[in-house]
C-alpha cells in the first residue's frame, strides 16, 4: 500500500512540475506571440477597451480611435476608408487586423517593449493605457490623385520620393471601407467579410505590393541599365531592330507590336529602341547580354528582395534559368519575369537618384501620446544599381521616351519627365496589361512612380503610348510638384 502511494505522490509532483515548467514557457517565451495571435479573443476582448493610437499623415488621422458606448469602450474609424484602405489594413474584432494596424499593432496599443517606461508611469499615475501614434510618409494629395485616377480601372499606383525611399501614395483599386471591418455589429462585420472574400473583383487584393505581373516594356530599362553598364554600349550604339527577330533553338520569331522594324530603321540606335519600345531591339541585347547579366542588373534594383515589411510586399523575381527564347523574352519584361508596381516604382527611383536604390518605407516615426519619439526610420541605401554615369544616359533616353516617343501622355508643361510605358502580355483570352514608370523633374527628382491598369482592353497602339497608365502617373507627380 505504502508504495502504491509513493508512486502515486511522484506522478503527481512529476505532473505538477511538467504544469508548472510549461507555465513558466508560456509565460516566458510564448506569451507575446500567444497575445499577438489574431484568433486570440481573450487579449481582443482587452484590446478593444484601449484607446488605441492613431495612423496619421502629418497631423491628420485617417485611422482613430473614438469612445463607444457599448462593451468595447472605443471604435476603430477610418477617414477616406478606401482611399487608404491598402495601407492602413482593418482593426476588426472577428477578423484581426491587416496592414499598417497588424504590423504596428504593438505600438498602437501601447505595448510595445519599447513603451514599458510609459505604461509604469501610467499605472503609477493611475492613467488609461493609451497608444503611440504611428505617422506615414505618404502625401495626401498624391495618395487622392492615385486613388481618383484609378477610378473605373482595376489596378495600382505607387509613388516614391527617389532621394530618400519615401513612400509617397500607395494606392489600388477596386478597394474596400475598412470601416465596414471594425463595426462593433458582428453581424454587419461577417456579412461585409463574406461580400469582399467573394467579390470576383478582389477588392482586398493589395496590388501595389503583393500582386505580381508581368513588367512588360518597363522592364527594358532594366536591360537598357545592363547594356550601358557592361562597357559593350552607348545611346548610340546601333543594335538589330528588324520587324522580326530570329530566335535560337525555335522557329518562333520575336516581333515588334507593330510589325515593323524600329524607327525606320533594322540597326536604331539604343536610343531610338527605347524610344520606340522595340522589342526585337531589346530582344536582340538580352540575347548579347546572357540571361546571367540580366539577373543581376534586375537584383541590384531589389528584385529577389522583399521590401516594404510594413506591408508585407512580396519580391519580384527573374527567372532561374532561361534558355536562349526564353532570355529575349525576357529581356522585354515577358515570359517569367515578374514584378510588382512597388518594384517599377523602384527601378524608377533608383534611375532618378543618379543610380542608388534606396530602401522603400513607409511609417516615418512613432510618438507616445505627449509626442515623445518612440523611434523614427532614417533612409537607408539599399543597392548602387548603376553608376551616376549610366544613370545620367538612361534619364536621357527616358526624357526622350516623353518627349518624343511612346510615353507623351505623360509630359507636363515646364517640367522634363523621364518616363517608360509598357504593354504586358498575359495569355491570349485577357487583355494585356498596361504600364507607365517615370520620375520628375528629370534634373531634379523629387517623385518616382508606376502605374498598372489590368485589362487594358483598348488598342494595343494606344496602350503602348501610355493612354491609360501615364496620366494617372502625371496627375500624382503634378500632386507631389505642386506643393
Same mark, same amino acid.
Given at each position: ?28 517565451? %510564448? ?15 482587452? $484590446?478593444?477597451?484601449?484607446? %488605441? ?17 457599448? %462593451? ?11 482611399? !487608404? ?5 482593418? !482593426?476588426? !474584432?472577428?477578423?484581426? %487586423? ?39 510618409? *505618404?502625401?495626401?494629395?498624391? $495618395? ?33 471601407? &475598412?470601416?465596414? *471591418? ?30 505580381? !505581373? ?30 522580326? *527577330?530570329?530566335?535560337? $533553338?525555335?522557329?518562333? #520569331? ?35 547580354? +546572357? ?27 527573374? &527567372?532561374?534559368?532561361?534558355?536562349? &527564347?526564353?532570355?529575349? $523574352? ?89 518616363? +517608360? ?9 485577357? #487583355? #494585356? ?11 531634379? &527628382? ?34 507631389? *510638384?505642386?506643393?
Amino acid at each position: 500500500m505504502n508504495s502504491a502511494i509513493r508512486r502515486l505522490a511522484v506522478a503527481a509532483i512529476i505532473l505538477m512540475l511538467a504544469l508548472m515548467a510549461n507555465s513558466t514557457y508560456l509565460q516566458a517565451f %510564448r506569451a507575446g506571440d500567444l497575445n499577438a495571435r489574431n484568433d486570440n479573443r481573450r487579449v481582443r476582448d482587452s $484590446q478593444f477597451s484601449v484607446d %488605441r493610437g492613431p495612423i496619421l499623415i502629418g497631423s491628420t488621422p485617417i485611422a482613430q480611435s473614438k469612445p463607444s458606448n457599448d %462593451r468595447f469602450e472605443f471604435q476603430r474609424t477610418y477617414a477616406s476608408g478606401p482611399v !487608404y484602405a491598402p495601407v492602413t489594413g482593418f !482593426y476588426s !474584432y472577428l477578423y484581426g %487586423r491587416a496592414g499598417i494596424e497588424l504590423t504596428q499593432n504593438s505600438e498602437l496599443n501601447g505595448s510595445d517593449p519599447s513603451m514599458a517606461f510609459r505604461r509604469v508611469i501610467d499605472v503609477i499615475t493611475n492613467r488609461r493605457q493609451q497608444g503611440a501614434s504611428v505617422t506615414l510618409t *505618404l502625401n495626401a494629395a498624391a $495618395q487622392q490623385a492615385a486613388y481618383a485616377g484609378l477610378s473605373g480601372k482595376t489596378g495600382a499606383v505607387v509613388a516614391i520620393e527617389p532621394k530618400t525611399g519615401r513612400v509617397l501614395a500607395l494606392a489600388t483599386r477596386p478597394s474596400y471601407d &475598412p470601416n465596414k *471591418l471594425a463595426s462593433h455589429d458582428l453581424d454587419e462585420v461577417s456579412a461585409a467579410w463574406k461580400q469582399l472574400n467573394e467579390a470576383p473583383t478582389k477588392p482586398m487584393a493589395n496590388r501595389a505590393v503583393k500582386e505580381l !505581373y508581368p513588367p512588360g516594356s518597363t522592364f527594358k530599362l532594366v536591360t537598357a541599365a545592363a547594356a550601358l553598364s557592361s562597357g559593350k554600349y552607348t545611346p548610340e550604339t546601333k543594335v538589330p531592330s528588324p520587324a522580326e *527577330l530570329p530566335l535560337p $533553338q525555335t522557329t518562333v #520569331p520575336l516581333v515588334n507590336e507593330n510589325g515593323q522594324n524600329c524607327g525606320g530603321s533594322d540597326n536604331a540606335t539604343l536610343t531610338v529602341a527605347l524610344r520606340n519600345s522595340c522589342n526585337t531591339a531589346f530582344g536582340s541585347i538580352g540575347l548579347d547580354l +546572357k540571361a546571367d547579366a540580366l539577373r543581376e542588373q534586375a537584383a541590384k534594383f531589389g528584385f529577389g528582395e522583399r521590401q516594404l515589411p510594413e506591408l508585407g510586399a512580396v519580391a519580384s523575381r527573374f &527567372p532561374a534559368d532561361p534558355n536562349e &527564347p526564353q532570355t529575349a $523574352q525576357s529581356a522585354i519584361g515577358q515570359y517569367d519575369v515578374q514584378a510588382t508596381p512597388l518594384q517599377m516604382a523602384m527601378v524608377a527611383a533608383g534611375i532618378a537618384n543618379k543610380g542608388e536604390v534606396m530602401k522603400p518605407y513607409l511609417v516615418q516615426s512613432v510618438k507616445t501620446q505627449d509626442l515623445k519619439t518612440v523611434s523614427e526610420t532614417k533612409p537607408e541605401s539599399l543597392h548602387q544599381a548603376v553608376t551616376p554615369e549610366v544613370s545620367a544616359q538612361l534619364t536621357q533616353m527616358m526624357v526622350d521616351v516623353v518627349a518624343n516617343g511612346t510615353g507623351r501622355p505623360g509630359r507636363i508643361d515646364g517640367v522634363d519627365v523621364a518616363g +517608360k510605358t509598357g504593354t504586358a502580355q498575359t495569355s491570349k483570352e485577357r #487583355p #494585356p496589361f498596361a504600364w507607365f514608370t517615370a520620375f520628375a523633374p528629370a534634373n531634379d &527628382p523629387k517623385v518616382a512612380v508606376a502605374v498598372i491598369i489590368e485589362d487594358a482592353n483598348i488598342p494595343r497602339n494606344d496602350i503602348a503610348g501610355g493612354t491609360l497608365a501615364a496620366p494617372i502617373a502625371k496627375r500624382v507627380m503634378e500632386a507631389v *510638384l505642386g506643393e
